[in-house]
């Protein structure tokens, strides 16, 4: 059973759906996306997979406790947490305030802590353990202007990955982080065809992303094909981080 938090946006309900076409059943987590998060449930049920639709504010720690613990009840046990929620405002750095960078960090990578630290509690006191994945970006690998806060957060999330890999090891709990590129979505190339154009011409693939190049990613993580990786960064861009930079 896995728990995919902000699973009513796009890329959430993609890894949610590529999750449910790998027999497993899922929990849908929302904020207040709640009828977004059904239609995922949804589509997952017609196709005959399990969802669980759960809301919880992942700014307060004790609901993400909650989520944790509610997610763990359905099934009576979790095998795989995927951080998927967060949020990518673009701001200048020039006239950021404190207050702009602490929600972006707790939104992308607090909330991660909390849901980590919950999940790797019930993994590790279940037969085969648990693993837990981030979503990251290639951003924080390489930042790009008005993402200072965001970069800074996904770099976070790569070394809190690592970090949390060494501490739950022991515990047969893997952690580990997916660094995604540009994601297309349906207004993506009228609402900034210069940069879709830039990425295409860059990424030798040749394409956007698909949330479901995402969601396999994380699959084949939680999977026992993935059963000595932990502490490590997947890119998942297209190759475009293989280009030089200058």
């Not at 049920?45 to 919880?56: I, K, N, S």
């Not at 020039?94 to 509690?121: E, H, I, K, P």
């Not at 011409?201 to 059963?227: I, M, T, Y």
Request: aromatic share 6%; with cysteine.
């Amino acid at each position: 059973m896995v728990l995919v938090t902000g699973a009513s946006g796009l890329l959430g309900g993609g890894i949610a759906r590529s999750f449910a076409r790998a027999g497993a059943a899922v929990v849908v987590h929302c904020n207040r996306g709640v009828e977004r998060a059904r239609e995922v449930a949804e589509e997952i049920g017609r196709a005959g997979g399990e969802a669980l639709v759960v809301a919880a504010d992942l700014a307060e720690e004790r609901e993400c406790r909650r989520l944790v613990a509610e997610a763990a009840g359905w099934r009576g046990r979790l095998d795989s947490l995927v951080n998927n929620a967060g949020v990518q405002p673009v701001q200048a750095l020039d006239g950021m305030t404190a207050d702009d960078w602490r929600r972006l960090y707790d939104a992308n990578v607090t909330s991660a802590f909390c849901c980590t630290q919950a999940a790797a509690g019930i993994m590790a006191g279940q037969d085969g353990g648990g693993s837990v994945t981030h979503i990251a970006s290639i951003e924080g690998h390489q930042p790009a202007v008005g993402h200072a806060h965001y970069s800074a957060a996904k770099a976070a999330l790569i070394m809190f990955a690592r970090a949390a890999a060494v501490e739950y090891g022991g515990r047969g709990v893997r952690v580990n982080s997916v660094s995604p590129g540009l994601i297309g979505h349906p207004s993506l190339a009228s609402d900034w065809p210069e940069g879709v154009e830039r990425w295409g011409r860059a990424a030798p693939l040749g394409r956007l992303g698909r949330p479901e190049d995402v969601g396999a990613a994380c699959v084949f993580l939680a999977s026992d094909a993935a059963g000595w990786i932990t502490g490590t960064d997947l890119v998942v861009d297209g190759g475009v981080s293989a280009r030089n930079t200058w």
